[in-house]
C-alpha cells in the first residue's frame, strides 16, 4: 500500500506538470470511466495517448478520468496495476464519454502478443485463424509430450494419442482429414525450424510409431499458436494442414531466475479388463470349437493332451489352473520428472539453460519412456540495429515398447486374452529339485494352443527405441531502417533413431509361418536437416489510422534420410546370443532407404489495418518441392522447373468499432471475418514422381529393374478454403464467444490407382481424388464467477466436422486393411468403414433355410450362422450370395462431433481445473473383440461368448462357435463396428501458490493432478482413444495397443 | 442452489451407470440360464431323467460327471425306460453308450457324423430335414449351454451296435476263430521297466504283457473301433458256410462227404485268407459301390466281386463299418481242384554271387556236395530253371526230395518238365512211392503223356508225367527223385523247370 500511494502521487505530480503544459493545446477532452468485469470501478489505471507527450493520470475511486488531446484519432493506453492487463483502446473522436472494461491478468486479453510467423502482433489484430495454447499449465502437468496438451483445448482441432504408451505421440488433425495418402499433420516448426513428420520412420514391431515431439520438454515450451487459416499459406505447399509454431525456452528478462520442478506419480490401467472365460468355461469352449472341426473326438486327447488331462496324468499341473493372463501384462507402473532452468543476463546478452530428464513406465510391464534433455537459448545485442539469438537442443530419449495385436505372437493384449486360462507362466525348472519342491521357477513353453506365454512377451520379448536429436538454431535480427528489419534463421535437425527388438524362442509361438524360432531385428534412421529462412520486413504507422506490415522472404530446406534394417532369424535357441551374426545365413534379411528431399519457397505477406476497424492480410508463395513431378499440371514455370502457386487473403471487420456500436461499453470486441486461400501438400511420395531401378538377384546375377510405376506429373494435393466466422469478446475478455464456418475443398489428392497385372506394377500414383470438408467450429469462454478472490471459469468449444468425398478415380475405391476393408466413395465420407450388415444371428435352421443364403463360397448359412443383410448381386438385386455386393458403409473412424470443456476454480492462491474431451460419431473397427469373440480357433474368449447360439430357437446375438469359421460369421461387418463415442475428463489439477516468499525459495507451488480419471464411453474395448499410425486408413481400427494409464502425481515447483 | 446440485449430481450418476449398462449388459447379457451348472446338476434336478440318473448312480458311473471333462449327454426319458431291455450287454457300456466326451453341437450336422461315445463305441448322428437323430433315434430336446457341455433328450435309450468282430463272431464261430488265432501275448515295452542286460547282452525287463491281435495290425482292426478305418465286410453266415464246404466234399469225392471233412487247416491256411482278402473293403460301401467294377480290399489288391452274388437286401451298419451277406456261398474249385506247381527255381535259394544252395525244406543227399545253378531259357515256365551237373559218369548215389503243402486226396498225374541235358536215369516217387522211372536223354524226342497226349520237346525242354493215385489224405506231398545211374549219355545230371501236380479224372 505504501509502494501504492507513492506511485500514485508520482503519477498525479507527473499529471500537474505536464497536464498544465499541454492545457493549451487541447482541442478534444475526453472522459470515462474504468471497469473491471464486474462492472466495478478501478481504481489508480494509469491512463496515457499513444505517440504523445503528455503525461499520464490515473482513475479516481470512482474509476473515472478524463482525458484531452490534441489530435482527432488516437490511442489511449490503460496501464493498470498488477491485478489487470493493459488495454490499448483507439478513440476516434466521434465520443465524448467512454467506459472502458479491463481484462483481468489471468484471462486472456486482446492486447496480448501472439506468435505469428515473423513478428509477435496483437490477439486483437490477428486476422487469420491463430489459436494459442496457454502454456501457463505445462509445469504442472504430468505429460511427456507437448502434443498431449492439444487434446480438447483446440477448436476444430482433433488430436487422438497414438496408444497409452508414454511418448508415443499421436494424430492432429486441424479442421478434418485432408488427405488419403499424404501427412495429414499439420506443420510443426520448432523455433523457426520445421520438424520433419513422423511418419517417414518406419518400424519393425507392428504398432511401433515415432513422434518428433516427444524430445521437446513440456517444461521448455514458452509459447505455441496454431496457423489454421490464411496465413498458413505462407508455407505453401506444407500448409494444408496447418501450421504449429513452438517457441520453447524464451530469456525474459535480465534479472536471474532459477527454476526447479519435481513431480512424480503413479500410473494404472485407467480402463477395465477384459472379462474372459475361465478354466471351465473355455474348455467347454475349446472343446465345441474341436469337434465343429469335424476331426473325431478319438484324435483330441492325441492332438491337445493338455486340454484332455486328468489329474493322474503327468504334467497335471501345467494345465489345472483358472489363471488370469491380463494380470500378467498390466501392471501400476511409477514416473519421475525433474526440470531445472535457469535463466538471466543483461542488457547485451541474455541466456536461457534448462535440463530435464523423465523417466516414465507405462501400464504394460517393462514398457516406458525415458529422456533426458538440455536446450540452451542466447540472445546477443551485438550491436544496437543487430540481435543474435541461437540456440541448441540435445535430448536422448529411449522407448520399450510391446507390438500391436496385429503380431499375435507378440502382442501382449492379444495372447494374454487368448491364452488359455488352464496353463499358468511359469513351469518347472530343469534343476530336478525344483520337481521335487514343486517350484515352478522358469518361464512355461508355448502351449499346445499355439499361444505364447504373455509373461515371456512381457519378460523376454523386447523392442527398443533410442533415439538421439540434436537441434540448432542461429537467428540474426536486425533493424535496416526504423521501419525495415530483416531476419534470417539456419538450423539444423539431426536426428537418429534406433529400434532394437529381440523375438525370444522360449515360451513364444513360431514366427514366420512358424519357420522361425527366434530373432533379432535392428533398424537405424538417420535424418540430417537443414534450414534457411531469410525475410524482409516493413512496418509503418501513418497518422494511427493505417498501419501497413509488409514481409517477403525466401526459405529453403534440403532433407537426407538414410534407413538400415537387418533381421536375423533362428539364432541359438537358448536365447542368449542376440547379436545378428548369430542368425542362420538362409534366413538373414538386409534392407535400407535412402531418401532426399527438399523444398524451396518464396513467400510475401502484407497486413493492412484502416482504422482499426478493418484488418486486411495477403499471403502469398511459391513453392518448389522435390516430391513433384516435372510435368505436373497447375503449376507455373520457372526455368522449366514446376513451382505451386499458393496465395491466401483475409479480411476482418472490427463492427464493434462502427459509430452504432462505439456506445455498447460491455462490447469489447466483435469481429467478422472471413478468409480464402489455396494452400497445397507435397507430401505425395519422395519417389512416386520418378522413374528409378532397384537392384535383384535373377539366378546367379544380379540386374536392375524398374521399382515402381512413376508419374511425371504428380502434383501438390490442394486446399482450397474459405472461412467465415465471428467473435466477441464482451467485459474485459470476461465472456468470449466465436464462430467459424470452414469450407475447404481438396482436390488432386494422391491416390494409388490400381494397374493391369501384365503392366508389372500393382498400382500407380495419380492426383486424382477430391474431397470436403464442412467444418462448424464453436467456442465460448466465461468466467461466471469472480467474487472477491473466487473466480470460476468455464470454457467449452465444439466442432463438427462434415466429410465428403467428391470425385476419386473410378468412383471408388477399396482398400483392405488387416481386419477389415475401407472404402472411398464419392459422397461418402471418406476412409468409411465398408462391410457388411450384421443382423443378428439365424435362430432356427427355419429360419435359414427361409433366407437362403450362401457365402461366396457356396456354403449355407445354417441356424446359429450370423445374419448377414442380403443387399444386392450383380445384377443389382438380391442373389441369395453374401459377398462383396452386399458390402455397405457402414460408418467412420473419425467423430461427427467434438470439443472439449475446461472449468476452472480458484480461490486465492488456490485454484482447481479440470479438463475434459468428448468424441462423438465415431464408429471403431474393435480388432480386439474381433479376436476375441471369432470363436473359430482355441483362443481363449470372452465371457459374451457364453451366450453363443447353442440350439434350436436359442435366440441370441452371438453366433455358434465354429473351427476355422468357414462360413464367415466372423467376416467384417457392423457386428464388429462400435460407437467409439466418449466422455472423458483428461485431469483434475490443483496447485497452491505460495503468497509470499517462502523461505529461501521466491515461488513455491505446490500441485497434484489425477489425469484420465473418468472416461464415460459404451466402448467395449480397453479404451476408446488410440490412433494405431499415422496412416489415414487405419485410425478407428483399434489393433490392441497399450490402453491409456490413469495416472495421480504431485509436484512442487521452485523458484530461486 | 440445492435443488440444482442434485439435478447435477443425478445426471452424472446416470451418465456413468449408463456407460456400466453398456458394458454390463454386453458381457453379462444372459449367459443362458444353466451356465453356472454341470450336466449332471441340470439332469439330476429334471425328474424326467430320473430313471437315467438312477441308472447312473446305481452303475457307480457319476465320477464322470465329476471330473471337469466336458460332455454331451443324451438323455433317455423316464419312459425310455419302460422297454429297456439290457440284454447281455454291459450295462455300464450301454449306459456310457449316451456319453461323449467332447461338446457337440448337434446343429453343426450337415448330413450324418460318426461320433466315438464314452463305451469307445460308435454312434450314428444323423441329419434328416430338419430332425436329427442317433442311432436313428429322434432327438427330441436341445438344451442350452451348461458349464461343462449340454446334453440332448431321446425318448428311447440306445443300444450300442456290434463292431464287425462281434458281428461276425455271432454269425461266424470259423472266422471268429480265424481272426482270434492271431492273437498274440507281447511284451508292452512301454510299460515294462528295463531292469538289468543279460550275459548277453539282452535287457531283461519287470516285464507288463499285453495282448494284440496281428489281425488288427496286419488287416483291419475289427475288433478295435476307429472312425476312420470302417470297412465292408461280405460274409456268409454259418449255414451257408457249411453249405458251400458240403458241395466242396462232394466235389471231391472218395472220403469227403459233408462240411465235417474239410480240413480246418486248409480251411485256415487256405480258404479263410482267401475269403478275407476277397471280401473285406475299405471304407463305409453302400450296394451300389460292388457294381461299379473292382474294388479295392483291404490288402491294397484290386478284387473283382460277383455283386450278383451279395444280398442287395442286407446292410448291416456296425459300429466300425458295414456287413454284407452273399446269397450264396461257393468255394471257388481252382482253391483245391486246380494243379500244385512248383517252380525248380523255388527250391533254391542263392547263397552267393551266382551261386545257389538247396531252400530249406529241400532234402538232398549224394552229388558229392555238388551246387545246383539256375538257368535261363526261353522255353521254360518263367523263363528259369534249375540244374545240376554231376559230370561225366557219375556213379555216386544222390536224392531229392521237397514238398508240395495242403494237397487234398485224390488221383493226380505228376508233371516234371525238365531238360534232357545233362541226364541219367531217374527214379520220381511220391510219399515215398515211386511212380515211375525216366531216362532224361530220351526226353529229346516226343513222349506220350499218361492222357494219351505227347509231349514235344522245345528248344531242349520236354515233359514226363506220371500217375499218382496213392494219395489218400489231405495234407503234404512229398515228391523225390533219385537217381538211378547213367542212361544213354554220359554227361549225368539233370534240370527242373517245375514239378506239378495235376488233378487227373478219377
Known amino acids: ?1056 | 442452489m440445492l435443488h440444482k446440485y442434485s439435478i447435477l449430481v443425478s445426471i452424472g450418476i446416470l451418465i456413468i451407470t449408463a456407460c456400466q449398462d453398456d458394458w454390463n449388459s454386453y458381457y453379462y447379457r444372459d449367459p443362458g440360464e444353466n451356465i453356472e451348472r454341470t450336466v449332471w446338476e441340470v439332469i439330476s434336478d429334471n425328474p424326467d431323467y430320473s430313471r437315467f440318473v438312477e441308472l447312473i448312480r446305481e452303475n457307480q458311473l457319476e465320477s464322470i460327471f465329476t471330473t471337469d471333462r466336458t460332455l454331451t449327454v443324451f438323455v433317455p426319458t423316464n419312459e425310455a425306460f419302460a422297454d429297456f431291455v439290457p440284454d447281455s450287454m454291459d450295462i455300464k457300456i450301454l449306459l456310457q453308450y449316451h456319453i461323449i466326451e467332447t461338446l457337440l453341437n448337434i446343429p453343426d450336422v450337415q448330413k450324418f457324423r460318426i461320433i466315438e461315445t464314452s463305451s469307445k463305441k460308435f454312434a450314428l448322428l444323423e441329419r434328416l430335414n430338419d430332425t436329427f437323430t442317433i442311432d436313428g433315434e429322434e432327438i427330441t430336446y436341445f438344451s442350452p449351454l451348461c458349464k461343462d457341455g449340454r446334453y440332448y433328450e431321446l425318448k428311447k435309450a440306445l443300444y450300442p451296435r456290434p463292431n464287425l468282430y462281434e458281428f461276425v463272431s455271432v454269425n461266424s464261430n470259423i472266422i471268429k476263430r480265424y481272426i482270434d488265432q492271431f492273437e498274440r501275448i507281447v511284451l508292452d515295452y512301454d510299460k515294462s521297466i528295463p531292469l538289468y542286460f543279460d550275459n548277453d547282452g539282452n535287457t531283461v525287463y519287470d516285464s507288463v504283457y499285453t495282448k494284440i491281435n496281428l489281425f488288427d495290425q496286419n488287416f483291419f482292426p475289427v475288433n478295435t473301433e476307429f472312425r476312420r478305418t470302417m470297412a465292408t465286410i461280405v460274409i456268409f453266415d454259418e449255414e451257408q458256410y457249411h453249405t458251400a464246404l458240403d458241395e466242396m466234399a462232394g466235389k471231391l469225392g472218395g472220403a469227403f462227404t459233408d462240411h465235417h471233412d474239410i480240413p480246418e487247416s486248409w480251411q485256415f491256411d487256405v480258404l479263410l485268407p482267401r475269403v478275407i482278402e476277397d471280401g473285406i473293403f475299405e471304407g463305409a460301401l453302400q450296394y451300389s459301390d460292388f457294381t461299379r467294377g473292382r474294388l479295392r480290399n483291404i490288402a491294397g489288391d484290386s478284387v473283382n466281386v460277383d455283386f450278383l452274388n451279395i444280398d442287395k437286401n442286407f446292410r448291416l451298419v456296425a459300429s466300425n463299418g458295414i456287413i454284407f451277406k452273399y446269397n450264396n456261398y461257393e468255394v471257388p474249385e481252382a482253391m483245391y481242384l486246380l494243379e500244385r506247381k512248383v517252380q525248380g527255381e523255388h527250391l533254391v535259394r542263392p547263397v552267393g554271387a551266382g551261386t545257389y544252395g538247396w531252400k530249406q525244406g529241400v532234402v538232398t543227399s549224394g552229388g558229392a556236395g555238388r551246387a545246383p545253378t539256375l538257368s535261363f531259357s526261353a522255353a521254360a515256365d518263367n523263363d528259369s530253371l534249375i540244374q545240376l551237373d554231376f559230370g561225366s559218369r557219375f556213379t555216386d548215389q544222390f536224392n531229392l526230395e521237397f514238398y508240395i503243402p495242403q494237397v487234398f486226396p485224390r488221383r493226380y498225374r505228376l508233371e516234371w518238365k525238365t531238360n534232357s541235358r545233362p541226364s541219367g536215369i531217374f527214379e520220381v516217387y511220391v510219399n515215398d512211392v515211386v511212380v515211375g522211372q525216366i531216362d532224361l536223354f530220351t526226353l529229346r524226342n516226343a513222349r506220350q503223356s499218361v492222357t494219351g497226349a505227347l509231349f514235344v520237346p522245345d528248344r531242349g525242354l520236354n515233359r514226363v508225367d506220371f500217375l499218382v493215385d496213392h494219395i489218400t489224405e489231405y495234407g503234404d506231398v512229398k515228391i523225390g527223385i533219385k537217381y538211378i545211374g547213367q542212361g544213354t549219355s554220359t554227361n549225368n545230371g539233370f534240370a527242373i523247370d517245375y514239378f506239378s501236380l495235376i488233378p487227373f479224372p478219377l
Open chain 1, 1 to 1056: 500500500m505504501q509502494y501504492q500511494e507513492k506511485f500514485r502521487l508520482f503519477i498525479l505530480g507527473l499529471f500537474l506538470i505536464t497536464g498544465l503544459n499541454s492545457f493549451a493545446q487541447d482541442k478534444f477532452t475526453i472522459s470515462g470511466h474504468v471497469r473491471n468485469s464486474q462492472n466495478e470501478p478501478i481504481e489508480g489505471v494509469s491512463i496515457s495517448l499513444e505517440g504523445q507527450l503528455m503525461s499520464s493520470l490515473i482513475t479516481g475511486q470512482d474509476g473515472s478520468f478524463t482525458i484531452n488531446s490534441g489530435k482527432r484519432e488516437f490511442w489511449i493506453i490503460f496501464t493498470p496495476f498488477e491485478k489487470y492487463k493493459t488495454r490499448r483502446v483507439f478513440y476516434t473522436g466521434s465520443r465524448e464519454d467512454i467506459t472502458v472494461y479491463l481484462t483481468d491478468i489471468d484471462l486472456e486479453a486482446g492486447s496480448d502478443m501472439v506468435l505469428d510467423i515473423g513478428l509477435e502482433q496483437e490477439r486483437r489484430n490477428v486476422v487469420s485463424s491463430i489459436h494459442t495454447i496457454n502454456t501457463r499449465d505445462f509445469d504442472y502437468l504430468p505429460y511427456q509430450s507437448i502434443d498431449q496438451f492439444f487434446q480438447g483445448i483446440l477448436p476444430g482441432g482433433l488430436y487422438t494419442s497414438h496408444s497409452g504408451l508414454p511418448g508415443s505421440g499421436g494424430v492432429l488433425n486441424l479442421r478434418g482429414q485432408t488427405s488419403l495418402f499424404a501427412s495429414n499433420m499439420p506443420l510443426i516448426i520448432v523455433d523457426g525450424l520445421p520438424l520433419e513428420h513422423g511418419s517417414i520412420y518406419t518400424s519393425q514391431v507392428t504398432g511401433g510409431n515415432y513422434n518428433p515431439l516427444s524430445v521437446i520438454a513440456p517444461q521448455d515450451v514458452s509459447g505455441i499458436s496454431i496457423l489454421r487459416g490464411a496465413s498458413t499459406a505462407l508455407y505453401g505447399a506444407k500448409g494444408s494442414n496447418g501450421v504449429i509454431l513452438i517457441e520453447t525456452l524464451k530469456p525474459r528478462d535480465i534479472n536471474t531466475t532459477i527454476e526447479f520442478s519435481f513431480k512424480a506419480g503413479m500410473n494404472s490401467l485407467a480402463g477395465k479388463e477384459l472379462p474372459q472365460l475361465n478354466a471351465r468355461q473355455y474348455k467347454t469352449l475349446a472343446n465345441e470349437i474341436l469337434a465343429s472341426s469335424g476331426s473325431p473326438e478319438e484324435h483330441y486327447p492325441l492332438l491337445l493332451p493338455g486340454l484332455y488331462i486328468r489329474p493322474e496324468d503327468d504334467g497335471y499341473i501345467r494345465y489345472s489352473h483358472d489363471y488370469n493372463w491380463q494380470q500378467e501384462i498390466f501392471e501400476n507402473s511409477y514416473f519421475r520428472d525433474a526440470y531445472f532452468s535457469i535463466m538471466g543476463g543483461d542488457a547485451i546478452g541474455r541466456y536461457a539453460l534448462s535440463v530435464g530428464y523423465l523417466d516414465h513406465d507405462g501400464v504394460f510391464k517393462n514398457t516406458g519412456f525415458d529422456r533426458f534433455t538440455s536446450r540452451f537459448t542466447g540472445t546477443f545485442n551485438m550491436f544496437e540495429w543487430l540481435r543474435i539469438s541461437m540456440s541448441a537442443n540435445l535430448v536422448s530419449s529411449t522407448s520399450l515398447f510391446k507390438a500391436s495385436g496385429l503380431t499375435k505372437e507378440t502382442s501382449p493384449i492379444i495372447t494374454s486374452l487368448a491364452k488359455s486360462p488352464m496353463q499358468f507362466p511359469y513351469q518347472f525348472g530343469a534343476n530336478p529339485f525344483d520337481a521335487i519342491i514343486r517350484q515352478l521357477t522358469e518361464i512355461e513353453e508355448v502351449d499346445e494352443f499355439g499361444i505364447s506365454n504373455p509373461k515371456a512377451v512381457m519378460e523376454l520379448y523386447e523392442a527398443k527405441s533410442s533415439n538421439t536429436r540434436f537441434l540448432t538454431s542461429f537467428k540474426a535480427e536486425g533493424n535496416i531502417t526504423r521501419d525495415l528489419s530483416m531476419n534470417s534463421l539456419v538450423a539444423v535437425n539431426i536426428n537418429s533413431l534406433r529400434q532394437n527388438a529381440f523375438l525370444p524362442n522360449q515360451g513364444m509361438e513360431l514366427y514366420d509361418n512358424l519357420e522361425v524360432w527366434n530373432s533379432s531385428k535392428t533398424q537405424t534412421s538417420n535424418l540430417f536437416s537443414i534450414f534457411n529462412d531469410n525475410y524482409l520486413q516493413y512496418r509503418k504507422s501513418f497518422k494511427n489510422i493505417h498501419h501497413l506490415h509488409v514481409m517477403a522472404g525466401a526459405k529453403w530446406m534440403s532433407n537426407h534420410f538414410e534407413e538400415d534394417v537387418a533381421i536375423a532369424k533362428n539364432l541359438n535357441p537358448n536365447d542368449q546370443f542376440v547379436f545378428l551374426q548369430a542368425g542362420s545365413n538362409l534366413l538373414n534379411e538386409i534392407g535400407g532407404d535412402i531418401r532426399n528431399w527438399n523444398w524451396l519457397s518464396a513467400y510475401s505477406r502484407i497486413n493492412y489495418t484502416l482504422l482499426d476497424r478493418y484488418l486486411f492480410e495477403i499471403n502469398a508463395s511459391g513453392d518448389l518441392s522435390s516430391n513433384i513431378g516435372r510435368e505436373a499440371s497447375d503449376v507455373f514455370l520457372i526455368n522449366n522447373i514446376p513451382y505451386g502457386a499458393f496465395y491466401s487473403g483475409a479480411f476482418s471487420w472490427r463492427i464493434s468499432r462502427e459509430s452504432f456500436l462505439l456506445n455498447v461499453s460491455s462490447l469489447e470486441d466483435w469481429r467478422i471475418n472471413l478468409e480464402y486461400g489455396v494452400t497445397g501438400n507435397d507430401d505425395v511420395g519422395t519417389r512416386n514422381n520418378r522413374d528409378y531401378y532397384r537392384f535383384t538377384l535373377y539366378r546367379e546375377t544380379s540386374g536392375m529393374i524398374p521399382a515402381s510405376a512413376a508419374n511425371t506429373a504428380l502434383g501438390f494435393e490442394r486446399s482450397n478454403f474459405y472461412t467465415l466466422g465471428t467473435a466477441i469478446s464482451l467485459l474485459g475478455n470476461r465472456f468470449r464467444f466465436s464462430f467459424d464456418y470452414h469450407n475447404t475443398a481438396i482436390s488432386d489428392m494422391l491416390v494409388y490407382e490400381r494397374l493391369d497385372s501384365y503392366l508389372g506394377n500393382e498400382y500407380y500414383p495419380a492426383n486424382n481424388a477430391d474431397m470436403v470438408n464442412r467444418v462448424y467450429e464453436f467456442n465460448v469462454f466465461g468466467r461466471l464467477m469472480n467474487a472477491g478472490n473466487l473466480t470460476f471459469d468455464l470454457g467449452l468449444n465444439l466442432a463438427k466436422i462434415d466429410n465428403e468425398i467428391t470425385n476419386i478415380a473410378g468412383g471408388e475405391i477399396v482398400t483392405e486393411m488387416p481386419g477389415f476393408s475401407v472404402i472411398n466413395r464419392i459422397g461418402e465420407k471418406a476412409n468409411s468403414f465398408y462391410g457388411y450388415s450384421y443382423e443378428g444371428v439365424f435362430s432356427t435352421t427355419k429360419e435359414a433355410h427361409a433366407a437362403n443364403l450362401l457365402n461366396r463360397f457356396g456354403l449355407p448359412f445354417t441356424a446359429g450362422d450370423a445374419k448377414f443383410r442380403d443387399i444386392s448381386g450383380p445384377d443389382g438385386e438380391p442373389d441369395g450370395i453374401i459377398n462383396d455386393y452386399d458390402k455397405m458403409v457402414l460408418g467412420s473412424g473419425r467423430p461427427d462431433l467434438f470439443g472439449g470443456m475446461h472449468v476452472s476454480i480458484s480461490y486465492k492462491n488456490l485454484s482447481l481445473s479440470t479438463l475434459w474431451q468428448f468424441v462423438y460419431g465415431k464408429e471403431i473397427f474393435n480388432y480386439i473383440r474381433y479376436q476375441n469373440e471369432r470363436m473359430a480357433d482355441l483362443s481363449n474368449q470372452s465371457i459374451a461368448t457364453l451366450r453363443r447360439w447353442s440350439y434350436e430357437g436359442h435366440e441370441t446375438d452371438m453366433p455358434k462357435a465354429k473351427m476355422g469359421d468357414p462360413v464367415g460369421n466372423s467376416a467384417f461387418s457392423s457386428r464388429w463396428l462400435e460407437d467409439g463415442s466418449y466422455v472423458r475428463c483428461q485431469n483434475i489439477m490443483i496447485s497452491y501458490k505460495m503468497p509470499e516468499r517462502f523461505t529461501f525459495f521466491n515461488d513455491l507451488t505446490i500441485f497434484g493432478n489425477v489425469v484420465n480419471p473418468f472416461t464415460f464411453t459404451k466402448y467395449l474395448g480397453y479404451d476408446p482413444e488410440f490412433s494405431y499410425s499415422y496412416n489415414t486408413f487405419v485410425q478407428g481400427a483399434d489393433y490392441g495397443l497399450m490402453p491409456h494409464s490413469r495416472r495421480i502425481m504431485l509436484g512442487v515447483k521452485i523458484g530461486l
